[in-house]
Nanobody, 126 residues
Framework: QLRLVESGGGLVQPGGSLRLSCVAS????????MSWFRQAPGKEREGVAC????????NYLLSAKGRFTISRDNAKNTVYLRMNELKPDDTAEYFC???????????????????WGQGTQVSVSS
């Protein structure tokens, strides 16, 4: 059974940091692009970051660029999202996804991703 399981969310103060993890099981992520999406209450899901299968391409939502870093460890079937300088606007449910496209300067869209995790909540508040 193909599964993606996110962890690492929580409550953090503005300016703080979190590292999210997403572990895949039931398939190898070696040949997949991986991404992180987020969805805040009342808003549409948006792509935050993606990384190509070989890690040679990454792409970020403009508001995340310079603060968030996506990385992957194919040996562990795991993808990470390091989030620094967190802001209240970053509060959302964060989802990991596996798909086939991560290209610089191309929007990170849900239709490019086939497999999804259940999400982990990130709350940024003082």
């Amino acid at each position: 059974q193909l599964r993606l399981v996110e962890s690492g969310g929580g409550l953090v103060q503005p300016g703080g940091s979190l590292r999210l993890s997403c572990v895949a099981s039931g398939f190898s992520t070696d040949y997949f692009s991986m991404s992180w999406f987020r969805q805040a209450p009342g808003k549409e899901r948006e792509g935050v970051a993606c990384i190509s299968s070989s890690s040679d391409n990454t792409n970020y939502l403009l508001s995340a660029k310079g603060r968030f870093t996506i990385s992957r460890d194919n040996a562990k079937n795991t993808v990470y999202l390091r989030m620094n300088e967190l802001k209240p606007d970053d509060t959302a449910e964060y989802f990991c996804a596996a798909g086939h496209y991560c290209v610089q300067y191309r929007p990170i869209v849900q239709d490019d991703y086939n497999y999804w995790g259940q999400g982990t909540q990130v709350s940024v508040s003082s």
